[in-house]
């Protein structure tokens, strides 16, 4: 009898089977089965999706409560030692006293608590909101204009072509980070708060109510990233405008739009959708170095995190450490990810999982 975990594959399988093509359904279950670090990339970013689902349930404690008492507990499995200075009378004279104090770590706070006491694993669980959210909204904005900049100038060609990819070529001579805080002090830090459904239903009363979305972040990197997805488009629209069943197109009447939207873009989507998952990871890199720069909007965000541990490296190490695993194991996920899809969708490039 299947488990609950071949079920669901199946299920996933059999409903990918309705929206693609039996032959690209049937490459990513090879590549699947033969590439191992495919499997370990998925099962990463599920983890990581269901965990940012799900934050007010998975969470531990309230993310901004401040605990002043209990600031800078060690995670599980390592205790923090320092020396408190204080001084006494001996004597009718003043003497310094150095005293060494041992914290122990508490099941109470498995990964610790930063500097005011707040828990590091809730925080790391909502900070998974903020990262993916910026990543996806992200990538869609990148994708949107970037796909239809490149498509036009590949199809069109000649000025049209020049005058869009030497615009391109611009935003190309500035470093992405560079460009990216301009845009964010150009526009300012516009915060989007929207109600928590899980929260409202009364199912974790004492999270918080609202999450914040850093929605001129979410702009900025899609307007930072589009870049890409035109020159890849781009390609594809200049190799695929050449096409018999293009020109046939042409000559029953069909216009620009018709030839552009059930022509050359599907046939475009196996690249773009292999770029997407790469610049999902290179997103969320952004928008860290972004909170880590203080540029955000919102405390609840990994890169915010570690520039909040960064005076604390010598004493609390885990408070930039903790989020920073996470920046990694995402990233390196999605990639996995994204690796399994170009190998799958071009059989003609062999990366890690294929050919094995």
Known sequence: MAGPIERLA???????????SPRTVRNLRKELRQSALAKVGIVVVVAIVLVALFAPLLAPHNP????????????LGFSKTSTQTSSEMVNGSVQVVNETVTVSATPKYPLGTDSLGRDMLSRVIYGARTSLLVGL????????VGVTVGLAAGYYGGKVDDALMRSADIMLAFPSLVLAVALVGLFGRAVVRLPDPLVQAGLAPNMPETFALPGTVIIVVGLVNWVWFARVARGEALSIEGQEYVKAARSVGANDGFILRKHILPNSVTPILVLATIQIAAIILLESALSFLGFSGTSLSWGFDIAQ????????????????????????????VGDWLRDALDPGIEGEGGGV
């Open 10 to 20: 199946d299920a996933f399988w059999n409903g990918l089977k309705r929206g693609v």
């Open 64 to 75: 901004t409560n401040q605990h002043l008492d209990e600031s800078q507990l060690p995670p």
């Open 137 to 144: 909204l992200g990538t869609v904005i990148a994708a949107t």
């Open 309 to 336: 541990g960064r005076d604390y490296l010598a004493s609390s190490w885990w408070i930039s450490t903790v989020p920073g695993v996470a920046i990694v194991l995402t990233v390196i996920g999605i990639n996995l």
